[in-house]
Nanobody, 117 residues
Framework: QVQLVESGGGLVQPGGSLRLSCAAS????????MRWYRQAPGKRRELVAT???????DYAASALGRFTISRDNTKKTVVLQMNSVKAEDTAVYYC???????????WGQGTQVTVSS
């Protein structure tokens, strides 16, 4: 059974930093690309960052230059380092794995990030 557990959310002031972590289990972590999504109130869930199994990274325009995604295959974790946060970064952040063979998406429970002074 695949499980994803996010942590690290909270309240942060504009311009501050936050580090989100996602721990995976029940899957051969190193075989899959990992993604962070976010969903703000009243908005659609959007892709924030991707790290492939080969460690290539890709970012949404809104995250580029401020956020960094990384992974540790030994610990089966993926991290989203958020710097210079803005009020518009306020959202619930979700960790995601898509398994191509089964075409199944797996999601964590989400972690709330609130950027406010």
């Amino acid at each position: 059974q695949v499980q994803l557990v996010e942590s690290g959310g909270g309240l942060v002031q504009p311009g501050g930093s936050l580090r989100l972590s996602c721990a995976a289990s029940g899957i051969i972590f190193s075989d899959y690309d990992m993604r962070w999504y976010r969903q703000a109130p009243g908005k659609r869930r959007e892709l924030v960052a991707t790290i492939t199994r080969d460690f290539s990274t890709d970012y949404a325009a809104s995250a580029l230059g401020r956020f960094t995604i990384s992974r540790d295959n030994t610990k089966k974790t993926v991290v989203l380092q958020m710097n210079s946060v803005k009020a518009e970064d306020t959202a619930v952040y979700y960790c995601n794995i898509f398994v191509p063979n089964s075409r199944l998406d797996y999601w964590g429970q989400g972690t709330q990030v609130t950027v406010s002074s």
